[in-house]
Structure formats: C-alpha cells, structure tokens
C-alpha cells in the first residue's frame, strides 16, 4: 500500500510539474538538428527559421549537422533518444520520417513513435537534371540515352533512403533504364561531383539545386510534381514528359522525442506557423521552390494533423519499396 501510495504521488507531482516545466520553456538555446551536411534542402529549410523562431521564443535556436547513416538516420536518431524536454527536436524529412522506416525495417535505429510530430514546414518537388556535358535536353532523350548504354550512366542521391534515391528507383522502374546509384552523404557533395561531371545525372530536392538551375550550370529535365513549379515555369513534370509514375513530393518538419510535454509541443508548433505566416519569411522559401504544408485551413499544420501526414506517409512509402522490391546493402 505504502510503495502504491508513492507511486500515485509520483504521477501526481509528475502532471503537475508539466504545466510549469512548459511555462518555463525555453530558458536555454534549443537545438535543431539536421540529419545531413550543410547546403542541402533539410539545412536551407532549418536556417530559414532560426531568426524568426529565435525571436518568438526568445531564446536562440540554433542548427546543429548531424550527417551519417543513411537518409539523416544518425540525426534523427540523435533526437529520438535525446531527453524529452523541448531542447533537442529534429528537422524531419521524408526520408528518416516515413521511407526509412518501411527500407530498413528491424534496422532502423528506432520506432516511428519515438517521435512526435510538431508542424509541417514545407513540401517541394525533386527535380531530374543532368551535367551539361550530357547530350540530353528532355527527359525522353535520357531515357533513350540511358537504354542505349545500360549501366554506364551515374545517377546520384543525397544517400540512401533519401526522396532522391527512391525518386531515382521510380524513374528506372517507369522506364525500364538501368542506371548506376552513387549515393552521397547530402546533396553539397552530390552537387560538386554533378557540376564537375563525374556522376551525369542528378535527383536533388529543388530547394537544393534551383539556383544552378537557374544559373545554367546545371541542366534540368523535369519536376516530380503533378504540376509544374512556379519557381521553375518552364520545366516540365515528369508525366508530361510521358513519365506519369514518377511523382514523388519532398517534405521537411519539426519532430521532438517523444513524451516531450504537449504544451511545450504546441508553443513550438504556434511559433513555426507564425513564422510561415510571415510573408517575408515564407516569399525566401517559396522562391527555393518551396510550397505550403496544406493540412489545416489556413494552409499550415497542427502537431495531430503533421501526425496523421506522417503515419500516412510510413504507409505510402512502404508500398513502394514493397512493389519495388527495393533493398539496401
């Protein structure tokens, strides 16, 4: 009876201590962990709202790069097992939030309920592109090129696991090529091998790559999306190059360990979204390409809506990798 008694006044003091500790929150810097190297999408998407997140919570919100693994595992990994206190939360991505989870199956580090969701941030297409030295203009005249010569084509990925890996394997899949995967460990290093030629063809998130796009030091071939990027008008989708198959969205949020206190959740969610709503914060990403997260309303999140998306996203990706038989090393 005594050890039941103290039980019941330890979960007593427990909730009650909860309101407090998500009163004081945050009274240091908070740590935003990105799962990848610097320059890629994951990292642009988390540097954005360092200062308005700083300055709503009033306390410095700072990234830390954590790369390794495979799709930002080792990062990912870092958050799901950090103390669940609002001061180490994750810059979720597709890859380690739903696709690794139905690749690597019993070898992921950990569950997908180790995390909770807390908002949306953005959603973006991936783009197809190939070195300029590669005499190709459109998607079809890659295909064409790559079935030519079976095998003998690079396609590179930030690694594996990522949205760009799968895109790729969707890509090979819908056109019956077969192509060489060379995964990097983010899209910067990708990117240095694809300008100076040695791997010919790239997936990157459009985030990631635009400006050399835009700049022609790259050559892009089709967007992932059902319809066409605003920030790139000109370049194609996939389906209407006569790819329909290959579409595939992008997505990066903000996950905590789980049992982070739901107050503490819900201020970090309304400072996210007030930060989205911002129109200065919001016109830097929707010129990376970036698109609005759309699962309220207003066109943003809720931490039970960026769950649902998730839990749907395992599911949906699961699939894929099933229907493609589509293993690791």
């Keep these: ?23 004081a929150w945050p009274a240091r810097p908070i740590r935003l962990v990105v799962g990848f190297p610097p320059g890629g999408t994951t990292d642009l998407a988390a540097r954005v709202l360092l200062e308005p997140l700083s300055t709503r919570l009033g306390q410095s919100v700072v990234v830390e790069n954590r790369p390794g693994g495979s799709g930002g595992n080792v990062g990912a990994d870092v958050v799901a097992k950090a103390d669940p206190d609002g ?27 180790a995390m909770s969701a807390v908002a949306l941030v ?23 090129y790559a079935k030519a010569r079976p095998g003998r084509l690079n396609i590179g990925s930030s690694g594996v696991g990522t949205s760009l890996h799968m895109t790729g394997e969707l890509l090979k899949q819908a056109a019956g090529i077969d192509m060489t995967h060379v ?19 790239g997936v990157d998130n459009l985030p990631s790559v635009i400006g050399h796009l835009r700049e022609g030091r790259l050559r892009p071939l089709a967007v992932t999306t059902a319809t066409r990027s605003a920030a790139l008008p000109d370049v194609p989708t996939c389906a209407e190059a006569g790819f329909p198959a290959v579409e595939a969205t992008a997505w990066f949020g903000v996950t905590a360990p789980a049992r982070t206190p739901q107050p503490i959740i819900d201020r970090l969610a309304g400072a996210i979204n007030a930060s989205l709503a911002d129109p200065a914060v919001w016109s830097r990403i929707e010129d990376l ?3 609005k997260p759309g699962l309220t309303p207003d066109g943003l999140s809720t931490p039970a809506t960026f769950q649902a998306f998730i839990d749907a996203e395992i599911v949906k990706w699961a699939e894929v990798v099933r229907r493609g038989n589509i293993t690791v090393d």
């Design 289 to 291: 390409g970036g698109q």
């Design 87 to 113: 001061y180490t939360v994750l810059m979720q991505t597709v890859s380690s939030g739903a696709i690794n989870h139905g690749l690597y199956r019993e070898r992921m580090p950990h569950r997908p309920d």
């Design 1 to 23: 009876m005594i050890e039941r008694r103290a039980l019941l006044s330890g979960i007593a003091a427990a909730s009650l201590a909860t309101p407090a500790v998500a009163q």
């Design 183 to 201: 995964p990097f460990r983010g899209a910067g290093p990708m990117l240095q091998e694809i300008i100076a030629g040695r791997v010919e063809v």
């Design 122 to 144: 953005v959603k973006v297409p991936n783009a197809i592109y190939v070195t300029n030295a590669l005499p190709v203009r459109t998607l079809r005249e890659l295909v064409d």
